[in-house]
């Protein structure tokens, strides 16, 4: 097999899991805004709550007003019908006494009800105060180890990268980009393993002649799969490749040395 698709092989390992990583790093984004959101909701609610106990409050000013009103009225027309001097107009203030003390009536009603609906809009503020607090500290714990995972697969990234570069360093350029925009055409996979002399990607046969020379040490051909069109390599050299690569290769004279 051609040396340089040991290194391509390599090469599309790391790729696999550089695709990952920035399929994850391109969540991070979303994951701060959901975060964020949380603690937009709670300051709506608290924001809501004092606005409905502001408006509360003044419905019950206004409706004390009212009583005060209709008392005063009330009060003239008392005052009223003790200096009239017919019976007529003595009847006239009576009713309008009575209208007056009626409307006083009604007003303190509504503002009897409104004040026990503005205690239920007092306890909100305060709920809703606790509930932005507790927000407030999640969405920072949450946005910290957010953060701090979003470092590491930075990091990890920068490592990967930079095994793919050393990877790529051992693959002509030309064979490094049809590589790259068959990767980028089929799902980031641009090689393909002939196993049982057939693609190990599409599963079509493979010719027994580019089986055996893709097996031949001191081959230096690259074939393409002719249905898929992934570069192909042969099974077992790219486990071998794999594994020399993982770990360091038993060493033949294992005895200690003296120098
Ligand atoms: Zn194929």
Redesign the pocket.
């Known amino acids: 097999m051609n040396p340089a698709l040991k290194h391509l092989t390599e090469l599309q390992a790391v790729d696999l899991s550089l695709n990952q990583l920035r399929e994850r790093l391109a969540a991070f984004p979303r994951r701060f805004a959901e975060a964020d959101a949380r603690l937009g909701a709670a300051r709506g609610e608290l924001a809501a709550a004092k606005e409905a106990l502001v408006a509360s409050q003044k419905d019950r000013k206004k409706y004390e007003l009212d009583v005060e009103q209709w008392k005063e009225s009330a009060r003239k027309y008392r005052d009223q019908s003790f200096q009239v001097k017919t019976n007529e107009a003595f009847k006239a203030l009576q009713h309008e006494i009575q209208n007056a003390e009626a409307e006083m009536a009604r007003a303190e009603d509504r503002l009897l009800e409104r004040m026990m609906a503005g205690e239920e809009f007092e306890r909100r503020v305060p709920a809703a105060t606790r509930a932005l607090a507790e927000a407030e500290a999640s969405v920072a714990a949450e946005r910290r180890a957010i953060e701090a995972e979003k470092a590491a697969a930075e990091k990890e990234l920068a490592a990967e990268q930079a095994e793919y570069d050393e990877a790529a360093r051992g693959v002509p350029k030309d064979l490094l980009e049809d590589y790259q925009k068959i990767a980028a055409r089929r799902h980031g996979i641009g090689l ?1 393993e002939v196993r049982n002399e057939s ?1 190990g ?2 599963g ?1 046969r493979i010719l027994p002649h580019i089986v055996q020379d893709l097996g031949r040490a001191d081959s230096d051909k690259i074939y393409y ?1 002719e ?2 069109t ?1 570069i192909l390599v042969v099974a077992d050299s790219a486990g071998a490749a794999a594994s020399a690569s993982a770990s360091p290769a038993p060493a033949q004279d294992a005895g200690p040395r003296d120098d």
């Open positions: 393909a693609c990607q599409c079509v799969c249905t898929c992934r």
